[in-house]
């Protein structure tokens, strides 16, 4: 198994541009999350989906921040326009929950490499 | 709000020494406790606690979770300079597909 695959591993924007963050989760997996790393204040929940479909967004910090999931393998952070404080590691990570029984290595979430997004 | 804190924030010791990494939560209706290990890419899954004093091992890492006290550590014994690294614990609250809210990490730092 590949793991959590995220693109790009680095990037360099101007302040004012676009950003997409992309996200191939492991196969199989049905939530995906989305954190974003900073020294200042750790790692914070920005949005997770469970089967394809947005179930908590109060971590997106703002109306330039939106992410999709248009089908099982693939999830798309954007920010539009992006920002210095956007400046951060963006971490994707996905997980197999199980709905109806026991906890047994379910929500253990496994991380992707993380994009590094610097706004200048 | 849920809430994790970790302490200390930052540790140095020398190889071979033991440490203890603290971690305790604030959730709504708790469900498990998880530990990770992150050097210089992504967090890697160490341990989840779900029970009251029950000891998780691996090799030199064990970890354990107090529910009435509301707090976790994470023990390391015969450091060694590959250790190094940043420790993450994260508790998750209600059930079903539930995020994680993380602590800010001890960075951990083991001197030859």
């Known amino acids: 198994d590949a793991g959590v695959i995220q693109s790009p591993r680095h990037e360099v924007t101007e302040m004012g541009q676009e950003v997409t963050l992309r996200c191939k989760p492991i196969?199989?997996?049905?939530?995906l999350f989305w954190y974003r790393q900073t020294m200042m204040r750790g790692l914070e929940l920005l949005i997770y989906?469970?089967?394809?479909?947005?179930?908590?967004d109060s971590g997106m910090p703002e109306d330039r921040f939106s992410a999709k999931m248009p089908n099982a393998s693939f999830s798309t952070l954007k920010i539009q326009p992006s920002e210095p404080r956007d400046s951060a590691v963006y971490f994707c990570?996905?997980?197999?929950?199980?709905?109806?029984?026991?906890?047994?290595?379910?929500?253990?979430?496994?991380f992707g490499a993380g994009s590094r997004l610097t706004v200048l | 709000e849920d809430k994790v804190v970790q302490s200390p924030l930052s540790l140095v010791v020398h190889e071979g020494d033991t440490v203890t990494l603290n971690c305790s939560y604030e959730?709504?209706?708790?469900?498990?406790l998880l530990w990770y290990k992150q050097e210089k890419k992504a967090p890697t899954f160490l341990f989840m606690l779900?029970?009251?004093?029950i000891e998780k091992k691996s090799g030199r890492l064990s970890s354990i979770l107090d529910k009435k006290e509301l707090f976790s550590i994470l023990n390391i014994t015969a450091t060694q300079t590959g250790d190094s690294a940043v420790y993450l614990c994260?508790?998750?609250?209600?059930?079903?597909?539930?995020?994680?809210?993380f602590g800010k990490g001890t960075h951990l730092i083991i001197q030859p």
């Open positions: 990570a996905s997980s197999l929950t199980w709905t109806g029984g026991r906890i047994s290595g379910a929500n253990v979430l496994t």
């Open positions: 196969s199989g997996h049905n939530s």
């Open positions: 989906f469970n089967n394809n479909v947005p179930i908590d």
């Open positions: 959730v709504t209706n708790f469900r498990s």
């Open positions: 779900t029970s009251s004093g």
């Open positions: 994260a508790a998750r609250s209600g059930g079903g597909a539930d995020g994680l809210t």
